[in-house]
């Protein structure tokens, strides 16, 4: 799930770790309002409908395939729970036992469109501005590689609006953004609900992806998350000296072209080169996929 996304960003991805051999069950959803769900007016979705509300979509979608596998499937069968952009957000609120730092994302994409804020003022903030042309949105989340004519393919299911209260539940304190230091969930109850030892280094137990051209969020703070998760899953020292760390502890998966891996500490960050935002929907999401089945294979 991701803002302004659907169910179908996903058909690339569980198209190719199918024909991979990938024996899993694979599920996505369209939350209310996104994709083929259903329609939510405009005041409703954009005013009234709260990150709670988005949450509540995924818990549901959640259990129910819990339960469709609960009767093909071995009760110790391991769920991977896959987030996009706000929907990775959205993803550890709920790990977090249903109660990524949205500042950062906002300032970047202000940074990269300068006319963001002016441009909302002329739009009545119609939750849409930021994305209102195919220009913007190419810009916002895909590479420089990408053909205009991929990026029209995808506009055709974005929405028409967007929930407000879904990325700013996740803003975090601004005072505390602006002195370095802001957060929104402790990490350290989410990884109470992700399955395995949290303390051991066997396997990596989370994945942080982003594509080298992404404008939304950078290299810096993919960085910072994992190395706070890294230290969630009580591998502090590791994450202070990672020079040090041995063969054994310091994991190398197998080469992918195009695609850079750090894994360490059970968290795994990878990086996609010339791609942006949606590196799933880019041209590089072939070199993606196999990155995340990499990943998933080793769950």
């Not at 409908?49 to 339960?67: E, F, P, V």
């Amino acid at each position: 799930m991701a803002v302004y996304g659907s169910a179908g960003v996903w058909l690339e991805w569980m198209t190719y770790l199918r024909e991979s051999g990938y024996q899993g069950t694979l599920y996505a959803y369209s939350a209310r309002n996104h994709g083929g769900s259903f329609s939510v007016p405009y005041f409703r979705m954009v005013y009234r409908t709260s990150h709670d509300d988005m949450a509540s979509d995924l818990t549901t979608c959640l259990r129910h395939a819990q339960n469709q596998e609960a009767t093909t499937q071995t009760s110790d069968a391991n769920v991977v729970l896959v987030g996009h952009s706000s929907g990775g957000g959205l993803a550890q609120y709920c790990l977090a036992n249903y109660p990524s730092d949205q500042v950062d994302v906002y300032w970047n994409w202000a940074k990269h469109d300068p006319w963001f804020f002016v441009r909302s003022l002329f739009h009545l903030q119609h939750p849409t501005s930021p994305l209102s042309s195919t220009s913007l949105v190419h810009g916002a989340f895909f590479g420089h590689e990408c053909p205009r004519s991929h990026v029209s393919e995808f506009m055709r299911w974005m929405p028409a609006c967007e929930s407000m209260g879904w990325p700013t539940g996740m803003m975090g304190s601004l005072g505390e953004w602006w002195r370095g230091s802001s957060s929104w969930l402790d990490l350290d109850q989410v990884v109470r609900n992700i399955t395995g030892n949290r303390n051991s280094l066997s396997s990596d137990r989370v994945c942080i992806m982003l594509g080298s051209e992404d404008v939304l969020m950078d290299i810096r703070m993919c960085h910072r998350q994992a190395a706070e998760y890294r230290a969630s899953f009580g591998q502090k020292q590791e994450v202070e000296n990672l020079e040090k760390l041995s063969e054994q502890e310091r994991t190398i998966p197998p080469h992918i072209e195009g695609v850079q891996v750090e894994s360490v500490a059970a968290t795994r960050l990878v990086v996609v080169e010339s791609a942006g935002h949606h590196l799933q929907n880019d041209v590089q999401s072939e070199a993606a996929a196999k990155a995340f089945l990499q990943f998933v294979q080793q769950c």
